[in-house]
């Protein structure tokens, strides 16, 4: 069977991550620059081999200042580690048809460590213009202090500032490469 390649569609994708701020809020982030790929046997997306990567400086919560914390040293050091980065390896079956569990290495601030992400795929569709497109919705969730994002507070009721869990979620569509012509 042959491998096909499949390459990000940016402009219909995107990733955000969530964390609880005072432990009764919720902050929404997302990263405006990121790429990402697969290589699958045919089209079968449970044979993918997937890698994406995000410019940690295009990191947007929609407040300045605290962009430019956590662009800093307490959390992504984007001068020292310009880029986060996962590379999979393994895709299992889930529960439902289109469900998959996606194993694979997360890399931020330099530290490497397994990581899972649940992944739904909502099926192929060819554009107006003959592309074919795969639709995909990823979520999971890592503990921060695992790759040495620790920074917090302690509030004075004694609680966090910030929650160690952090809740990664994105809506990915991927275009499948048509080899050049020899």
Sequence with gaps: ?????????????????KIKHL??????????????????EGEDFSTAKVSFEANTAS???NNEQRDGHIKGGDFF?????????FNSSKIEHGNEAGHYKMHGDLTIKGITKPATMDVEFAGTEKDPWGNQKAG?????????????????????????LLSEDVRVLAEIQMVKQVPAAI
């Design 1 to 17: 069977m042959s491998t096909t390649t499949w390459a990000l569609d940016p402009t219909h994708s995107e990733i955000q991550f």
């Design 23 to 40: 432990m009764i809020t919720t902050v929404t982030g997302s990263f405006k620059s990121f790429t990402a790929s697969a290589t699958t």
């Design 136 to 160: 995909f919705t990823v979520s999971g969730k890592i503990n921060r202090k695992d790759w040495d994002l620790s920074w917090n507070a302690t509030l004075e009721s004694g609680g966090l």
């Design 59 to 61: 990191i947007d919560t």
């Design 77 to 85: 050091d984007v001068e020292q580690h310009p880029s986060i980065s």
